[in-house]
């Protein structure tokens, strides 16, 4: 009795419990559903207002033409956005050469894809840095996008120390950005430069002296002193003197004689401007003044075809200009004749001076 007893107790517990756990089962169940209606009706409400964006593969625009490369981002419903254009010797002009994110990246539809395009090989001629300074051979080659290899020095009586006696590339060389330039400088002239005499020398003779002795001249004036004066072209005077210790660079004046019955020249000054012809290649062009002092070159050096070049002259009396391409003359231009002159001359009677 003891036993049945025992085993009906926990029979009437179970019943008196019954009611209250099928309750929390069903709180449990409705809660669950309510819970997962909210969650699918607050997903329907944020698709509505904001649906999410399908994610595409980047692909490679790397060695696109720039307009294929737009062309296919509006087809994947993306942004592209050119934002540097950097030349390259790698992929020609309007190439894209870099892009961000890399190709094969996941990204959303609408990301913006940011791209470098090429401007290709940008070719110049190379500038003539010689007889600069270092520091504004540098300014000049760190514009253009140039880099200084190699320094060296050599002995140069005619270009101050440190300025640029020799560079590699020549000048009006074909290169491009990033192109290495390498530069000579000068280490100067000894200490000291002992002038001359040069009085009583003629002019010719007074600029072989000096180009021998390695000394610059400076002004040249031609002075007419009369009919006792000099014969033409004589050196009556110079400055500093003779003996004089100067330095290299400094230039010695001169005072010549304009000769007998000279009363003085014209002197004309003119805003010259020669254009090279059209060609392939550079070509050496010099262009010399002769006047009534002698001859000179104004410009001596390489320019490109169809460079146009400009400089200010001062002749003295009769005056031209004569322009050689490759040493060949192409052109001569006179710029000033001296107006016919009459040379005193002494009557044997009266010893006046009369025309001729």
Not at 28 to 50: D, H, N, T, Y
Not at 276 to 299: C, F, L, M, Q, S
Not at 332 to 340: A, K, S, Y
Request: glycine share 8%; charged share 20%.
């Amino acid at each position: 009795m003891q036993l049945d007893g025992a085993e009906i107790a926990p029979a009437g517990r179970r019943r008196r419990f019954a009611p209250l756990l099928d309750r929390d089962w069903a709180f449990a169940i409705a809660l669950a559903f309510a819970v997962g209606v909210m969650v699918w009706f607050g997903r329907s409400i944020k698709e509505f207002f904001a649906p999410t964006a399908a994610t595409v593969y980047v692909p490679a625009f790397t060695g696109q033409t720039n307009l294929d490369a737009h062309a296919e981002c509006g087809r994947l419903r993306l942004r592209c956005v050119v934002i540097a254009t950097q030349p390259s010797d790698r992929y020609p002009k309007d190439v894209v050469s870099n892009q961000q994110p890399a190709a094969g990246a996941r990204v959303r539809e609408g990301r913006q894809i940011s791209l470098v395009v090429s401007s290709g090989v940008v070719i110049f001629p190379m500038p003539d840095v010689r007889f600069e300074t270092l520091r504004n051979a540098g300014v000049d080659l760190n514009r253009l996008k140039l880099e200084l290899d190699k320094t060296s020095y050599i002995a140069d009586d005619n270009v101050p120390r440190d300025h640029i006696v020799g560079q590699d590339p020549a000048p009006l060389a074909s290169v491009r950005q990033g192109t290495k330039v390498s530069l000579t400088l000068s280490k100067g002239p000894p200490g000291g430069v002992k002038v001359p005499n040069y009085t009583g020398m003629s002019i010719d003779e007074a600029r072989s002296a000096a180009q021998h002795d390695r000394v610059h001249l400076g002004q040249i004036v031609w002075t007419p002193f009369g009919t006792s004066g000099p014969s033409r072209g004589v050196i009556v005077r110079q400055s500093p003197n003779a003996g004089a210790t100067i330095d290299p660079f400094e230039e010695v004046s001169l005072q010549v004689s304009a000769g007998p019955g000279e009363y003085g020249y014209l002197i004309r000054q003119v805003h010259a401007s020669a254009t090279v012809p059209p060609r392939d290649d550079a070509a050496h062009v010099r262009i010399e003044i002769r006047d009534d002092t002698g001859t000179w070159n104004v410009y001596d050096g390489f320019a490109q075809g169809g460079q146009k070049l400009d400089f200010n002259v001062t002749a003295v009396g009769t005056g031209e200009i004569d322009t050689y391409i490759n040493n060949e003359l192409l052109n001569q231009t006179q710029i000033g004749r001296e107006p016919n002159r009459w040379i005193p001359s002494l009557k044997p009677d009266s010893g006046k001076n009369t025309k001729p």
